[in-house]
T-cell receptor, first 112, second 117 residues
């Protein structure tokens, strides 16, 4: 079956670094997405990985290992506004509509 | 990035009424639009996928006669919750897919919070 696992909740300190892990078991793979979702708002796109390795974008980086079915989102220099849920999603072909399979999300709490 | 709008942002209605939610891609033509539902503290649940000019594809367990989807153009899709009941109260989010070379990203609308009394 299709399954995406990520921790339910994490806590970190302002200015620190946090790593949010995501493991997946899907019948196919055509890319992994990370989205940020603040409470009561829609998700916003953070990153996309389709090849193994690290993608860096400012304070956020995302890593992918396809052989291990594993990804992580790394957030540096944490700010209070980073408190949100972080959703991992996998695109599983050959669906031509490019549907995403979603994890349940990791709620990140930033403390001063 | 591409902008997707949703209207209304919040609606409160009586049980038994129907509610229409609009999803528009403002500055691009969306190949596909997706409708999601999200209950508190839960992840997004895909309800249906719609392509312009064709019938929507509904996920298992989603009643197509209750959740009517009309994808009239490449920039507009509507979701109508017919005969709404309190259990339909949820956060409804649409997204639009745009092909952009390396990958096809989904851009999300701001969501519609539906409360059925």
């Amino acid at each position: 079956g299709q399954n995406i696992d990520q921790p339910t909740e994490m806590t970190a300190t302002e200015g620190a670094i946090v790593q949010i892990n995501c493991t997946y078991q899907t019948s196919g793979f055509n890319g992994l997405f990370w989205y940020q979702q603040h409470a009561g708002e829609a998700p916003t796109f953070l990153s996309y990985n389709v090849l193994d390795g690290l993608e860096e974008k400012g304070r956020f980086s995302s890593f992918l290992s396809r052989s291990k079915g594993y990804s992580y989102l790394l957030l540096k220099e944490l700010q209070m506004k980073d408190s949100a849920s972080y959703l991992c999603a996998v695109r599983d072909p050959p669906d031509s509509n490019y549907q995403l399979i979603w994890g349940a999300g990791t709620k990140l709490i930033i403390k001063p | 990035g591409a902008v997707v709008s949703q209207h209304p942002s919040r609606v409160i209605c009586k049980s038994g009424t129907s509610v229409k939610i609009e999803c528009r891609s403002l500055d691009f033509q969306a190949t596909t639009m997706f409708w999601y539902r999200q209950f508190p503290k839960q992840s997004l649940m895909l309800m249906a996928t719609s392509n312009e000019g064709s019938k929507a594809t509904y996920e298992q367990g989603v009643e197509k006669d209750k959740f009517l989807i009309n994808h009239a153009s490449l920039t507009l899709s509507t979701l109508t919750v017919t005969s709404a009941h309190p259990e339909d109260s949820s956060f409804y989010i649409c997204s639009a897919r745009v092909s952009s070379g390396r990958f096809s990203e989904q851009f999300f609308g701001p969501g519609t919070r539906l409360t059925v009394l």
